[in-house]
Structure formats: C-alpha cells, structure tokens
C-alpha cells in the first residue's frame, strides 16, 4: 500500500489543522493506520492509531485531548484533526499502515509514506 500525507503548512498558534493520509494499492481497509511526527533533531514520536475498521482509536497520552483520528475506507483516506496548534507541535507528520498488533513503535508499521510539514509560529 502506498501512502500520501498532505494538509501540513504554516499556522499561527491556536489554529487547528487537518491532515489527511491518502492511500492506494493493497486493501486499505485491512489495515490499521497510525500517525507520528519528528521534530528537527528528535525521534520520531507516536500521536495516535485507527484500528482498520475505525471502530477504535488509541492516542499518546499527552495527545488525547487535541488530536483526534478518523478514517474513510471508501475514499481510502485517514484524517488527523489538531486543534488548539502551539510550536511544539511543530514537526513533520507521517501516516503508517500496519497488518499486525502492534501500533505504538514506527517497528510495528509495514508501509510508510512521505510527511507532511507543519510549522507553527508564535
């Protein structure tokens, strides 16, 4: 499956934003989708995960109360919704798609795809 995030960009702080990961090829909806981010100089970092059905999500604990997961298996889309952005939150976004169990370390994920950047200014 190949995978395709967009929607990053510049945003003042407070904004909200919505990524999207766009995916084609293999059934999509046989897998779960997660997303991470990477801060300049930092690891990459589990935001949270969409069960391949949609019916569960699961998100980094300091994540939960801004960032929220929805999928759309038939347009093949998984949606990252931010609100209230602040620069921390600056870093490029990366969706990923899984087979198996395991969602929170980038080991679990069987296909990436290019990020997106967001970048928030004070």
């Known amino acids: 499956v190949q995978l395709q995030a967009s929607g990053g960009g510049l945003v003042q702080a407070g904004d909200s934003l919505r990524l999207t990961c766009a995916a084609s090829g293999r059934t999509f909806s046989n897998y779960a989708v997660g997303w991470f981010r990477q801060a300049p100089g930092k690891e990459r970092e589990f935001v949270g995960a969409i069960s391949w059905s949609g019916g569960n999500t699961d998100y980094a604990e300091f994540m939960k109360a801004r960032f929220i997961i929805s999928r759309d298996n038939a347009k093949n889309m998984v949606y990252l919704q931010i609100s209230n952005l602040g620069p921390a939150d600056t870093a490029v976004y990366h969706c990923?798609?899984?087979?198996?169990?395991?969602?929170?370390?980038?080991?679990?994920?069987?296909?990436w795809g290019p990020g997106t950047q967001v970048t928030v200014s004070s």
């Open positions: 990923a798609a899984t087979y198996g169990l395991g969602f929170i370390r980038p080991s679990d994920y069987n296909y």
